[in-house]
């Protein structure tokens, strides 16, 4: 017989105590919510086919979904018919698109998220300041080719540390940074950090220009992410701040973290050996996706999940104005 060393006994992963975590706040931020209820709203309004720059948030499921009620998503306006409704994403535009949609006559409905116009007009002001602007973002995004599009003569592109040494200016007293509304808090500021050292006059942007959701979601995410087994976010591929939320996780000290589009994409190795899950969803993910997630995790045996809340979150936006006076409209006729 062995002999008890007075140690405690060791828990196979199925013995030891199952936790899951779920990150609050967490999912639809005030400007997607305005952005795909825009888009409804229009549908309800005008009837089918409604056009739609680009997808109106970066998420598979809603693009779907808005596709199935006649949203039709189009990449330029060259494919939208001449006079037709056409709504503009909450990514934003340049001026340039703007245009073309005059030129093309076509109904334009701009649900452009108003802390993305927020850094279009700092754009649009340190140009007409004679500033160099360095816009701290990722190439191709639909959000930087908008602001970029504000004030291109004036602008460059920085993605990260590694292009700072890249960075060439008229005047380096004149220099401001701005920054996609959708990164790392951290990872921007390294890239501040880089730019200051060779700019040491940079001047910081008036306000954030990382929106307050992002910011929340990042935080909300370190706080679940230290010491549990995974971390599971979800949100799609093109989704910039929820590929981030992945990212912050495993530096916040996750054992491991996934991004998925939904409960169908959880791979079952994930979950071997694993005690505590923590889950999160980016910005543009509906709450029923989340919830897919959490059912899935209670079918194989782990509890109910406990919210852990860092912010609360009471912000909403007006509907685009082109939209609330035709809505109003309707509503006037019907009386």
């Known amino acids: 017989m062995s002999a008890d060393l007075g140690l405690p006994p060791v828990l196979t992963p199925d013995q030891a105590e199952k936790a899951v975590r779920l990150a609050a706040p967490r999912g639809y931020c005030a400007g997607v919510d305005r952005a795909v209820i825009t888009v409804e709203k229009a549908l309800d309004l005008y009837g089918a086919p409604v056009y739609v720059r680009k997808e109106i948030v970066h998420n598979k499921h809603v693009v779907g979904d808005l596709a199935a009620r006649g949203a039709i998503f189009v990449n330029e306006l060259d494919e939208v018919p001449a006079g037709a409704t056409v709504v503009f994403s909450a990514h934003g535009v340049s001026p340039a698109v703007h245009a073309e949609a005059e030129e093309r006559n076509l109904k334009t409905i701009d649900a452009t998220c108003p802390l993305v116009t927020k850094v279009h007009l700092e754009a649009v002001r340190f140009a007409k300041e004679d500033f160099d602007i360095l816009l701290i973002g990722h190439a191709g995004h639909e959000e930087v080719e908008g602001t970029?599009?504000?004030?291109?003569?004036?602008?460059?592109?920085?993605?990260?540390?590694?292009?700072?040494?890249?960075?060439?200016?008229?005047?380096?007293?004149?220099?401001?940074?701005?920054?996609?509304?959708?990164?790392?808090?951290?990872?921007?500021?390294?890239?501040?950090?880089?730019?200051?050292?060779?700019?040491?006059?940079?001047?910081d942007p008036p306000s954030d220009d990382i929106c307050y959701a992002t910011q929340n979601r990042q935080l909300a995410v370190k706080e679940i992410s230290p010491g549990t087994?995974?971390?599971?976010?979800?949100?799609?591929?093109?989704?910039?701040?929820?590929?981030?939320?992945?990212?912050?996780?495993?530096?916040?000290?996750?054992?491991?973290?996934?991004?998925?589009d939904d409960a169908s994409e959880i791979d079952e190795a994930w979950l071997t050996g694993v005690s505590t899950v923590s889950v999160t969803s980016g910005a543009s993910v509906p709450e029923e996706l989340v919830q897919g997630v959490i059912s899935f995790l209670k079918e194989r045996g782990y509890p109910d999940a406990t919210q852990v809340h860092t912010a609360e979150e009471s912000l909403i936006f007006a509907l685009p104005p082109e939209l609330r006076k035709d809505l109003k409209a309707a509503e006037q006729a019907t009386r």
């Open 148 to 203: 970029m599009g504000e004030a291109p003569d004036h602008t460059q592109l920085v993605e990260g540390p590694w292009d700072v040494d890249k960075v060439v200016v008229r005047d380096p007293k004149r220099v401001v940074w701005l920054s996609q509304t959708t990164l790392s808090v951290d990872e921007t500021m390294a890239t501040v950090k880089a730019l200051r050292e060779r700019f040491p006059e940079l001047l």
């Open 229 to 260: 087994d995974l971390v599971i976010v979800v949100g799609s591929a093109n989704s910039s701040n929820s590929v981030r939320l992945a990212e912050v996780a495993l530096e916040a000290g996750a054992h491991a973290a996934y991004r998925i």
